[in-house]
């Protein structure tokens, strides 16, 4: 009996792995992959150009992710292309959390690190997924910083919660300096197909992914730093997500500048992003 149920866990366990290996070699999971990467880079893009706009003193505004969707909802044909990029949102979640599992896509393999940040980065884009089909929906939610301000006021009242909120912002600013690390160190390009670049090519993807990466390096480092302090001074009001990452920086010296300076590296991870949908290992 026994015997037997171990042959059968075998035989499961046999399938489930040439089932993984399958869904990592298919080519539709590569074209998920890079329709996810052309949505990120347009929700980017729109970050980027709103918070340009307010820099320069032409309107705009700090906005997140989701606030980049209900602006691009608010066009003509908004809902329309808020829909695609719901799909290329799904996609791309689906390819980390696939890569994240299997370990390797049909074109790259991944160390331990590439598979947990994977999950990561799967589970942030299958949530943003879903915010982009509840603004498709009609329903409205909190920014990301009232969200964080909301979560870590509720942290904060556990035993122990002011730990774990700091061991969150402590994560955060790791995650920040590896993406400044890689975007310094020009260790992206490792992922991207750089043989089949033209040279002005190379050097412009080049460019984009260091400025990109370490702007938005800089984004992740304030949001970092506030659930810190917010675990410090016991303050959930300290605690920002993308938008009030953005807008502290209106508030220091030089303010428009350095909002300025983020903006337009901002913007450049999205053409990043839109570039890597097409040269990006998958």
């Known amino acids: 009996m026994k015997a037997n149920l171990e042959t059968g866990s075998g035989e499961l366990g046999a399938r489930a792995r040439r089932g993984g290996e399958q869904l990592a070699h298919a080519q539709a999971l590569g074209w998920l992959a890079r329709a996810g990467l052309l949505a990120r880079g347009v929700v980017y893009f729109v970050i980027g150009l709103l918070a340009l706009e307010l820099a320069l003193g032409e309107g705009g505004k700090t906005t997140d992710q989701q606030g980049a969707m209900k602006a691009i909802a608010g066009q003509t044909y908004g809902k329309v292309l808020l829909a695609l990029l719901a799909i290329g949102l ?17 074109e790259q393999r991944d160390d331990t690190g590439d598979r947990v940040a994977a999950l990561a980065s799967g589970v942030v884009y299958a949530g943003l997924c879903v915010v982009a089909v509840g603004i498709l929906a009609g329903s ?13 006021a509720g942290v904060l009242g556990w035993s122990g919660g002011p730990v774990l909120v700091a061991i969150a912002g402590l994560v955060l600013i790791g995650v920040a300096l590896y993406q400044a690390y890689k975007g310094i160190s020009r260790d992206f390009l490792e992922d991207a197909k750089t043989g089949e670049m033209s040279e002005p090519v190379r050097k412009a993807y080049t460019a984009l992914g260091v400025f990109g990466l370490v702007a938005r390096a800089v984004v992740f480092a304030l949001v970092g730093y506030g659930l810190v302090k917010a675990a410090l001074e016991y303050d959930p009001k300290e605690a920002v997500g993308l938008d009030g990452a953005l807008r502290k920086l209106t508030e220091a010296a030089f303010g428009p500048w350095l909002l300025a300076i983020v903006a337009v590296g901002l ?16």
């Open 90 to 106: 799904a996609g791309y979640a689906i390819w980390r959390l696939t890569r994240a599992v299997v370990g390797h896509g049909a």
């Open 140 to 152: 409205g939610s909190s920014s990301s910083s009232q969200k964080a301000k909301e979560t870590t």
């Open 267 to 282: 913007a450049g991870f999205a053409l990043y992003s839109i570039a890597d949908a097409r040269y990006r290992k998958v």
